[in-house]
Structure formats: C-alpha cells, structure tokens
C-alpha cells in the first residue's frame, strides 16, 4: 500500500514543483529478489554518497511472502542491511495534531525515540538449560589470560543467554543521539539499569558521558541539556513531562518503548522515523510498514483510507535536510509549506480512517487513500499562489 501512497506523493506533491534530479532505487521485493538484494546495498552506497535519502516502506519476506511473490529466498530485513551500511541510529518522532490528543496528558512536545539498534540480546546466544550443570562466561583474548565467571550452578531445568555490545556501536550510538539532539535543539536524555548491571549498562553510561564532554561546548551553546538518568526513572518523568526530547534508549528499551510513545501520540501514520549516521548521513521514512491489510483491501477492489501523513513526513524531513545542507532554503520552506498542509488538512477535519475514531471531537466522514493527499495537494497549491 505505500508504494501506491508513494507514487502519489511524487506525482501530486513533489514532480509538479520540484525540479529533482532522484536517484531511484527500486526496493520491491520482487527487485530485491531479481538483483538477489544488490539493489539494497546500492541505496545505502547511494545514501552514502548523496547524504541524504527518503525511503519507502519495503516487505521484509517472511515464509509466506516468498510464496507469494515466488522468491528466491526470505532475503533479509533492506532495514537492517541499510541500518548496517549506514551504521545508523534510529530516531522516531511522532507528528503532532491539535485535534488528536495523546494519551497522555502531559503530553504537548514530541518525544523522540533514540533507540540503539545492534547488540544486546538482538545479538545473544541462548539456550534452555536442560537440568543440572555449572554455566560460565569465557572469554578467550588474542593475547593475555582468559577470563572465566561462573554465571549458576544450575540445580535443576532453566534458561541461559550470553549477550554483547561493542564500544565502536556504542560510543557511534552516543555520537548519533548528540548529532540529533543539538540538529534538533532538544534536550537529551539517556537511561539505563546501571546500579544493578555495574559493568554493562554502567559501560554504556560511561561510554555515553565521555561522548558527552567531548561535545559539551556545543551541548551548551546550543542550549540544551544532557541528563543521565535509570531507566525506571526515565519512564516515570516521562508520564509526567510535557516532552519535546530525544529519549536515548538501549536495543531492548528502544524497542518497547518506541511503541508505547507511538501508541501514546495516537496512529502509527502519525510516527516518522529518520536513520542518522555517526557522520551525519540522513535517510528517512514512516514508522509502519507497508500496511499489507489495506493493500489486499486495494486489490479486491475495494476503497482504501490509508495514513499518508508519515510518508509524506518522511519527504518533507529528506527535502528540509538537503536544502540545510546545500543551502537552499526555497527547498527548506517549500517542504514546510508541505508539512503546513497537511497539518491544516488534519487539522479542519479532513483525515483518513485511523484518525476519524481517535480524534477530537471524533469524525464522522473519512477520505480515501487517494482524497487525503488530492486535498493536500489542493492547500498546497493555495499556499504557493
Ligand atoms: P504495518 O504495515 O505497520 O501495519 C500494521 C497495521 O497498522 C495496519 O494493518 C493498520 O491497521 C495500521 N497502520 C499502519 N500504518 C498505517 C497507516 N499509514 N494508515 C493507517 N493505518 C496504518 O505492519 P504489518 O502489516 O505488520 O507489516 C506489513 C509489511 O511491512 C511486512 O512485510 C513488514 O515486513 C513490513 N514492515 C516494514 C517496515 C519498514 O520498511 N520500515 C516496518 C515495519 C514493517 P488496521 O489494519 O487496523 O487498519
Ligand atoms: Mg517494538
């Protein structure tokens, strides 16, 4: 469904005004299959190479798609193999809408979701432990004594994992959430569970803190602040704060707590994701993924009311950075005159399905797939006049 949704951003928001010279990399399953995933590599070179890149949602096969659409392989996640390349970190940041209100009601600013994506036990080893038996931690160095920690003695059946995080990816993390927070002029945050794990949260604390006083100059003529603070901690001052900051979080935390952020702001149409690179490369997209329910919906025929807002976002935020970057702020303006629009739409009421039963006070009529972004489109074309 959103490579439909694409096709009409490019055809009704951005073509008829931009001159762009696109460097288009087909990421479709099929493409992916036909090219055994070199095309994926290509985008992220091309990333690399360009700065900045805007990306469609894209099928990550699983058993059932490589039937479907009769495929080599279950080909790997082009997420993660971009995540990869670009050696990124990814920040979520939910669009705001006067008329849907989150869940929270502290809640006034975004807060952005800086979650650390390699490592920890997206990363580990595990076992279920079969009965009793001694488990231990050995790590053999190149050179020098081996390190041996007894991890239980097991008396009976349990579970056991071993997992690991590297300084580069850490301290590349770190620099990410720095790169973003002061990009952004936002406060930052960073929790974890230090006082219980000594070593390896109290490494990623460390880690981060020296990240931190290496920028401090800019930290501070930026204006914004840095706060490390427990997990537990940051949950709580979250439910209470009006938010407006980038939350770095480990794997796991990032994971869950992305999700409740994203559920607390209202739709996933509603959350943008960019993937920042420690050198300060850019790629952009929706939080969702493909929205495979409303496609088949499309293919039987039948009218869809599909969330453009993210994708959309996800244009605006690649055009906004290339204009910052070439200095061309025509370009910067012209994406916010974009985001204005679609804003305005929402916000008079025009809006698709996923927001008429969550919004304020609720909508009876919704727009199509199709109509929401004709009617963005239309304000657009006023605000350019
Ligand atoms: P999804 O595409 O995020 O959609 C899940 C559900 O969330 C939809 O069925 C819909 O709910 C709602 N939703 C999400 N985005 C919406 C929007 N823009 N407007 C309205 N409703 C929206 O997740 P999925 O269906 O589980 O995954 C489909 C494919 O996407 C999979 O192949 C997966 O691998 C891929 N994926 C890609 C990315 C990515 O490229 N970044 C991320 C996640 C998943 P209702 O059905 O209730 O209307
Ligand atoms: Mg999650």
Known sequence: MTRIIWQLIKDKLIKPYLDVDLQYYDLHVQNRDKTDDKVTVDAANAILKYGVGVKCATITPDADRVK???????????????????????????????????????????????????????????????????????????????????????????????????????????????????????????????????????????????????????????????????????????????????????????????DMVASGFGSLGLMTSVLVSPDGKYEYEAAHGTVKRHYYEHLKGNPTSTNSTASIFAWTGALAKRGELDNTPELVDFAHKIEESVIECIEGGIMTKDLTRICEPPMEKSFSTEGFIDAVAKKLESKLK
Not at 140 to 149: A, M, W, Y
Not at 221 to 233: E, P, S, V
């Open 68 to 258: 479907e659409y009769n495929l080599k392989k279950a080909w790997p996640s082009p997420n993660g193999t971009i995540r990869s390349i670009l050696d990124g970190t990814v920040f979520r940041k939910p669009i705001i809408v006067k008329n849907v209100p989150p869940a929270v009601r502290s809640w006034k600013k975004p807060i952005i979701i800086g979650r650390h994506a390699y490592g920890d036990i997206y990363k580990a080893v595990d076992c279920v432990v079969p009965g009793a038996g001694k488990a231990e931690l050995i790590f053999t160095p190149e050179k020098g004594d081996k390190i041996t920690l007894l991890v239980h003695e097991f008396k009976g059946p349990g579970v056991l994992m071993g997992m690991h995080n590297t300084d580069k990816s850490i301290r590349s993390f770190a620099q990410a959430c720095i790169n973003y927070a002061l990009s952004e002029k936002v406060d930052l945050w960073f929790g974890a569970k230090d006082t219980i794990s000594k070593k390896y949260h109290a490494h990623f604390k460390d880690v981060f803190q020296q990240e931190v006083d290496k920028r401090k100059d800019d930290i501070a003529k930026a204006g914004i602040t840095y706060r490390y603070m427990l997990i537990d901690d940051a949950v709580a001052q979250i439910m209470k704060h009006e938010g407006g900051m980038l939350w770095a979080c480990m794997n796991y935390d990032g994971d869950v707590m992305s």
